[in-house]
């Protein structure tokens, strides 16, 4: 059984008080004690290390299932991705034949129309031709109380779209001719007598700083005032334009047969 004690000059004496006596410095262990405590601190090592190697085997076995199903879920992504752009290069080529198809459509269209028209050169011919220009007053709001007057002029050209086009088929057609810029750099605006246009109202456009310097003496066309009306008589469809200056001369293939 194991003592508790206290050193002295002379060896060691037992403490009156046990364990709990303030003076007890030593606990003395009978070898069999000793034995069983380093018996149970070599099972307690073993125990850690045990715990740390199956902890580390565990973790080893967590990580090498974790990037396996990673690689699994990056192939199937990879798979993925590739079917995905695989069916989108479908759909581009669909669409780039489409596009093509549908340009090829439209050219024969308008030279079909140019042609019922009389309009010559029939293949290199815009399609439009004015049906009408004149002055028109345009009144636009200058702020709360003022109002303001600008005299501006107004144009109907006829397209080369028939009136079996929809309102929605005619305003699409009509706006990419008028405002996409051509294979040769050219618009198409700048053939009918525009300078430029100006993706804005009338209003807007004289507040822009540079409107003295770069608009004032250019004819301009006013994109959001573009509208549509269907010509029965004709068979084809208008576009009613509002622009800044006058279009000057228009050349006989640009007039109304």
Partial sequence: MSEFVKKTLVGYKEAPGGRADPECTHVILTLKEYEGQLQRIAAAEQEARTTKHEAEKTLRSVRGDAQYKIQVAEAEAAKTVAALEGEL??????????RGLNKNLL????ERANADRKLKPKKE??????????????????DRRQWG????????????????F??????????????????????????????TFFDGRFERLV?????????????????PD????????????????????????????????
């Fill in 89 to 98: 290069e479908k759909e581009r080529q669909e669409s780039a034949y489409q």
């Fill in 107 to 110: 050219r024969i269209s308008r």
């Fill in 125 to 142: 011919h815009t399609g439009y031709f004015v049906v009408f220009t004149g002055e028109k007053e345009y009144r636009f709001k200058k």
């Fill in 149 to 164: 007057r600008a005299l501006l002029w107004e144009t109907i050209l006829q397209s080369p779209y028939s009136v079996d």
């Fill in 166 to 195: 929809s309102e929605e088929q005619a305003r699409k057609q009509i706006k990419e001719d008028f405002f996409e810029q051509m294979a040769d750099g050219s618009w198409m605006i700048a053939r009918l007598g525009f300078d």
């Fill in 207 to 223: 507040e822009r700083e540079d409107w003295e310097a770069k608009y004032k003496m250019k004819n301009v066309l006013l994109r």
């Fill in 226 to 257: 573009l509208k549509l009306r269907a010509g029965f008589r004709s068979g084809y469809w208008e576009v009613i334009i509002l622009h800044t200056k006058a279009l000057g001369i228009v050349p006989p293939e640009m007039r109304a047969q």
